[in-house]
């Protein structure tokens, strides 16, 4: 399996990485992007089979990237990764066709908890 | 009325932070302090919207250093000055997300900025504000509120 991190913060894709390996999914393949535009690159590349997502980015935010992909047709699974976690921005993440949205600071039960229905 | 989150509120969220990604022990981060009054580094964040104001994280520069290097999970003399801006603008950002959602809203959140040294927001003043001190060093949070709504 290929999960791709995609947020602008090269410190926060080292937790993102971290905690994957921390919640047992060391053996996927893991690849980054620093924006949205860096991962419409790299899925068109190789179509990931997760996408973890931060929300706010500077060239695509995250939500103008999941915006983008469905507009093109891909149904790759999007999950968000974000500091900001109102009940508001998950019902506009879930409707944009997003799986979940995990807030920041998180552990690696949180990434189990949303991820192992979509990778199992 | 409007809740703003308290300064204990702001303890309990930066408290969060910090033990996830930095320390792994809460008391890793003690309350009080004498301040900051030297050589430091803040991340901001600004709402605007239903609250217009900014989430302001200051630390003292060997603060930022070790917080870089625990987040990097590099040595602290490795740190660079573009992985210090990271560190504390991701910092800066989680802390001030999770403020926002104690806020009324809707409201937009920034990217973080970060500069070495004060930063002042024209307008605005502090509402809320809570010191504490990590690995013996000054750590300072605070909530600001444009004066027009703050009035």
């Known amino acids: 399996m290929r999960i791709l ?58 939500l103008e ?35 979940f949205l995990i807030a920041k600071p998180f552990t690696p039960e949180d990434f189990q908890e949303a991820l192992d229905p979509v990778l199992a | 009325m409007t809740y703003i989150p308290s300064a204990d509120d702001l303890e309990v969220i930066t408290r969060e932070v910090w033990s996830s990604f930095l320390d792994g022990d809460p008391s890793g981060l003690l309350a009080g302090g004498p301040g900051l009054d030297g050589d430091r580094v803040t991340g901001c964040v600004h709402l ?67 500069v070495h040294g004060q930063l002042s927001v024209p307008g605005a003043q502090v509402v809320r504000e809570v010191a504490m001190l990590w690995r013996a060093e000054p750590l300072v949070v605070s909530l600001w509120q444009q004066a027009a709504q703050a009035a």
């Open chain 1, 5 to 62: 991190v995609v947020d602008d913060s090269k410190a926060m894709r080292m937790i993102v990485v971290r905690t994957l390996h921390l919640a047992g999914y060391e053996d996927h393949e893991i690849v980054q992007a620093a924006n949205g535009r860096e991962a419409v690159a790299a899925i068109s590349q190789a179509p990931p089979d997760l996408v973890l997502c931060d929300w706010n980015m500077p060239e695509m935010s995250g």
């Open chain 2, 48 to 114: 605007s919207g239903a609250y217009t104001g900014s989430i302001m994280l200051q630390c003292s520069a060997p603060a930022a250093r070790d917080a870089a290097a625990a987040l990097f999970s590099i040595q602290p003399g490795d740190v660079t000055a573009s992985e210090v801006v990271d560190a504390i603008g991701e910092l800066a950002n989680m802390v001030g997300g999770n403020v926002k959602s104690m806020l009324p809203g809707p409201s937009l959140l920034s990217l973080p900025s970060v």
């Open chain 1, 65 to 99: 990237l999941l915006t983008a992909l469905r507009s093109a047709g891909w149904e790759v699974p999007f999950g968000f990764v974000t500091s900001e976690a109102s009940p508001a921005m998950r019902d506009q993440a879930l409707a944009s066709g997003a799986m």
